[in-house]
């Protein structure tokens, strides 16, 4: 009984189609370490190096859709990251590559977007959003690509419209039965290419995991500067933590300004001098390939090296103000991420998982006695879930440096999820909490943690 009160099932995703993905043995769902798992309100993602596989669990949304992503065979590229993009009707699926690459897929399987970001591996595609608060003086909504030593930003604004494009042109095509021509050869899709900055955060070796935080002042030479300025925490080998202010300026000195200039004009003289010596008219021209962005400017601000310790994991509370990092020694330090230190540590946690949630903890003495309160956000408490798999359980711990308030059961082989922001919430709209689910790898039983305590 004390398990049915800690957790409710939402329902199941078990089915032929996850045997593709390895389903079936021991342990599926946590040993493979090229499984990847994103998770929306009524519908989980999966995917392995080839295939993504959308399931939903619920009697309205219990579809299931096989994604099969064109890969380059070469350059033996693959699927390293999977997240969700959701605009109240629009939920689609992006996916990152080992060759730098971003992916947007129609949960029809189509490719809407493709775009080049760096050369490298993708490791992660962070979506957040925050809304205009004491603490925030503008709300911001961002989509975060990680790689090592690179880290990427794109406007939720961006994507946004160009989604809503696509949304139109293939609501138009179902209705008129036209489809416009597309050329599958280009390396971009044709609803535009979607701008995004691009900052170099390698100066304390190439990190494992990375986020950016939020805004933050600008330096203090330059407080009438209109540049807005991101703070960036990142953890990797070398460095346990470290921290930048990414700028929107670009980091180009003269040399390489004038070079930028100089030097395609230069060869396209060249170029064109040569067309007039042979006049290589028979061959078809090739399209050229394209090329990397050039960075922005990163200022470091702060570093911990603390070998043999490596940072592994991180995990950013809504407001990113917090971030718990899960370290190679099995610990998890609380950073607050505007001071830049560490204001809480736990120990003993190999191989733990964090992420962070909101509970009713003291609901019985702030709710009215009406029976139909709806709970607002400030009922709430922002706690951090720590799954132990080593322990074979999942902690819940108050924030900032409050009491261990659950401890809940969980068998060998689970896995905690957590849906992704959903862009273009409303502030007056109900809230909607932070919740944690629940993955059993060997049932397929996805279950949600209460926010109450009984």
Known sequence: MAKRSQTTELGCIACEELSQVGAGKEGWLVDDPNLLCALDTHALALANRSLILVLGWSDSDGHRIKIVPDLSPIEAEHITAIEWLVFDEIRVVVAGTSCGYLLIYSLGGHLIHKQLIYPGRILKIRVRGTKRDLTQDASSEEVCVVMPGVVARYDGSDIQSMLHRWFQETHTQFWDQKPKKRDLEAPETPYGRLPFQ???????????????????????????????????????????????????DKSRS?????????????FSTI??????????????????????QPFARASPLTCLKDHPRKGEKLTLSPSGTLAAITDSLGRILLLDTQALVVVRLWKGYR???????????NRDTTAPSSSYYEPVKSDYCLCLAIHAPRKGIIEIWQMRTGPRLRIIQCVKGAKILQ????????????????????????????????????
Do not use: H
């Open 198 to 248: 691009l900052w170099n955060v390698s100066k304390y070796g190439s990190c494992a995991d990375a986020a950016i935080t939020g805004t933050m002042p600008p330096p203090l030479m330059e407080l009438q500067s209109s540049q807005r300025y991101y703070c960036a925490v990142t953890i990797g080998e070398d460095a346990v933590i470290s921290a930048f202010r990414l700028s929107e």
């Open 254 to 266: 003269l040399v390489g300004a004038i070079l930028s200039k100089v030097v395609p004009a230069t």
């Open 271 to 292: 170029a064109s001098f040569s067309k007039l010596i042979w006049r290589s008219e028979q061959t078809s021209p090739r399209k050229s390939d394209v090329k990397p």
């Open 351 to 361: 191989d733990a998982c964090c992420l962070f949630m909101e509970m009713l903890v």
């Open 419 to 454: 849906p992704t922001y959903r862009f273009g919430s409303s502030m007056t709209s109900p809230y909607v909490p932070l919740e944690v689910f629940l993955l059993n790898g060997d049932s397929g039983q996805i279950s949600v943690l209460n926010r109450t305590l009984n």
